[in-house]
């Protein structure tokens, strides 16, 4: 750029090492940088994410879901829905992606040492949940009962069907799964019930925990809903928000939620910030 | 050297612009092409258009900020892929004739692509630019820079100003780049007087006299913010045909989208300009749309500027009063009535039955 500022907009060049289908629909990539090795003053906070680019079709945001304790790489789970995850799923092994971040806020798991973690994800919002969970059990130490509840719409739809095994061979930590009424199969072991209605049913009591909760607006709405009847206080209820986004830094003004942008002041809020935004989201 | 400025002849000044040309300098200036008045590259001073100039149709904007532009080109090598930045023209260029709403609004892109997150592009460009503001002798009907904190004379941001007297031009440089601007051509200009400036003054308050629309405080902002929710939004947004042209028009909107134009061999990330007033701007992959109609869309547009961008930004509203967006909305949405009707929470009044 003749010498001028770095290009905002120019994404570092990554390689699909890894590829695992979670679902019919869903996949987690593993990438790494195409030089092999990240760059100088690379790093990322649990819960920021970036724009992931196939060259071609466009850039999309997903959250890295791979704690900073699991560095080295770049890990994202998407769902194929859209023109860039259509294209996304369509690359192969060792093709190239970009990737520019990463960008927003973070979880304070600094701040949640020594609570309970409770991580309630319904469909693809469980993606939110990945990082800071893996780290919760990479600093086990850190952190009190852990409870996973994972939510899907049909068995199929269930995203980490292999790690939640791993998750439930940890000390301290119980995994429990639900599909929504209507998508169980006849060996289905698990839960069946909406997750809100699941998650009032195991009443977790408060105890200074942290909730963190991701999922489609419709779950997210009730989930709060029933975290609040619980006793739960919002400080302590932790949410991403996921508007679109194009720029990621700011400028091209389509995340705000009111004054808040997603990009910069989220994506990770707690439901007393959420009480106070505007319907916008 | 502090000077009184300069009192010039239309000719003077516009052989002071040939000079920049000669110089190599890009000028920008009001041109009048298919009945229109629009801000064009010049190749003569005589191409300039300042008789009975009201403001032009699109607002200058464009030339800091392109209607689209390439971000970063890509190019597929098997499965590499190779990544170029897009090469930026170093030539300078001279924004002549700006009314001080559009120079306002250059400053309110400064806020935007300036800010913590510096976009180079749009920075590269600014650094080679330098302004030319034209004060104003008379208001047009949808004229309300007055309301916004604006004036016809308005200096701020402008690096040279040029002033119409019935009888002469005045021009003064406002910093040391418009002293540079005018460097090679002043020693022959004859100088203004303090006479020349006290009518200067008298002109503007005439001006400011004929523009009718009354002030909107920056006081309203937070109000403002708390009208989310009231139904005044969905009356006045029904309206909204979402056709966006305010958008596109206004020297400060900047939101954008970009998109990857190419073809299987390679390609160009751009940016290019986009409007809260479209249905897709918010709209996600899986289909939930938080502004899905077009009242909350509406109501986005009016509180980003007036609510959002002044509680963030040192008060300044996110509008400069040029109004362009009242004389081009097709349904006849007046943003100024709107506020104004949003902080007495009442029904709108006049300019929108």
């Not at chain 1, 790494?32 to 466009?58: C, H, I, L, M, N």
């Amino acid at each position: 750029m003749n010498g001028q500022r770095e290009n905002l907009f120019r994404p570092q060049l990554m390689r699909i090492a890894q590829a695992s289908e979670e679902t019919p629909d869903v996949r987690t990539l593993r990438l790494e940088f195409r030089d092999g090795k990240a760059p100088p003053k690379f790093e990322w906070r649990t819960g920021q994410f970036g724009q992931f680019s196939v060259f071609g079709a466009g850039e999309c945001v997903f959250t890295i879901t791979n704690p900073p304790t699991r560095g080295g790489h770049i890990q994202c789970t998407f769902r194929q829905t859209g023109k860039v995850t259509s294209a996304l799923r369509n690359l192969s092994l060792g093709q190239s992606v970009g990737f520019r971040g990463p960008y927003g806020n973070y979880f304070p798991m600094d701040d949640w040492r020594g609570r309970d973690l409770l991580f309630v994800g319904g469909g693809i919002g469980m993606a939110a949940l990945h990082a800071p969970l893996q780290l919760a059990l990479d600093r086990r130490a850190d952190y009190g009962q852990i409870l996973v509840l994972n939510g899907a719409r049909t068995v199929a739809d269930m995203v980490y069907k292999e790690e939640m095994k791993e998750w439930a061979n940890t000390n301290g930590v119980t995994v429990v799964r639900t599909v929504d009424p209507g998508g169980e199969t006849p060996d289905w072991d698990g839960e069946v019930g909406l997750i809100p209605n699941v998650f009032e049913r195991l009443n977790p009591k408060p105890n200074g925990s942290i909730a963190i909760t991701c999922g489609p607006p419709i779950m997210l709405r009730f989930m709060l809903l029933a975290l609040e009847k619980l006793g739960f206080s919002p400080e302590r209820v932790i949410t991403t928000l996921e508007n679109k986004m194009k720029c990621a830094v700011g400028q091209c003004g389509r995340c705000n939620v009111g004054r808040f942008f997603v990009c910069r002041d989220g994506p990770v809020v707690t439901a007393a910030q959420l009480k106070n935004l505007p319907a916008d989201y | 050297m502090k000077t009184n400025g300069w009192r010039l002849t239309e000719t003077e000044w516009r052989s002071w612009l040939e000079g920049l040309l000669r110089a190599g300098k890009s000028v920008i200036a009001p041109v009048e092409e298919n009945a229109l008045r629009l801000f064009s590259p010049v190749t003569s001073a005589a191409d300039v258009v300042v008789e009975n100039y009201s403001n032009t149709q699109w607002s200058p904007k464009e030339f800091l900020f392109p209607r689209s532009e390439p971000l970063l080109f890509y190019r597929f090598r098997g499965d590499e892929t190779e990544l170029e930045d897009p090469g930026l023209d170093d030539k300078e260029q001279v924004l002549f004739g700006l009314r001080p709403c559009d120079v306002a609004g250059l400053g309110r892109l400064d806020d935007i692509f300036l800010g913590e997150s510096a976009d180079p592009f749009y920075e590269h460009r600014r650094k080679q630019t330098t302004v030319v503001s034209l004060a104003c002798d008379k208001a047009e009907a949808a004229c309300f820079c007055t309301a916004v904190g604006g004036s016809p004379a308005a200096t701020e941001g402008s690096d040279v100003q040029l002033v119409p007297r019935a009888e002469a031009w005045l021009l003064q440089a406002l910093t040391p780049r418009g002293e540079e601007l005018i460097a090679g051509s002043a020693s022959a200009w004859t100088p203004a007087s303090a006479e020349d400036w006290r009518q200067a003054e008298e002109q503007r308050l005439g001006v400011e006299k004929t523009i009718e629309r009354s002030p909107l405080s920056k006081d309203w902002a937070p109000r403002l913010e708390e009208t989310f929710a009231q139904p005044l939004w969905e009356k006045l947004g029904q309206r909204c045909l979402g056709c966006g042209i305010c958008a596109y028009v206004c020297p400060s909107c900047s939101c954008f989208d970009m998109n990857d134009e190419g073809n299987a061999l390679c390609g160009t990330r751009c940016r290019s300009w986009d409007s809260c007033a479209f249905t897709r701007f918010t709209q996600h992959a899986s289909g939930h749309n938080p502004r899905a109609t077009r009242p909350p869309r509406y109501r986005q547009r009016v509180l980003h500027k007036f609510s959002y961008f002044p509680l963030e930004h040192g008060e300044r509203f996110m509008c400069v009063g040029c109004g362009r967006c009242l004389k081009l909305c097709p349904v006849g949405l007046d943003i100024h009535q709107t506020v104004r009707a949003a902080v007495s929470k009442g029904t709108p009044g006049e300019g929108h039955q």
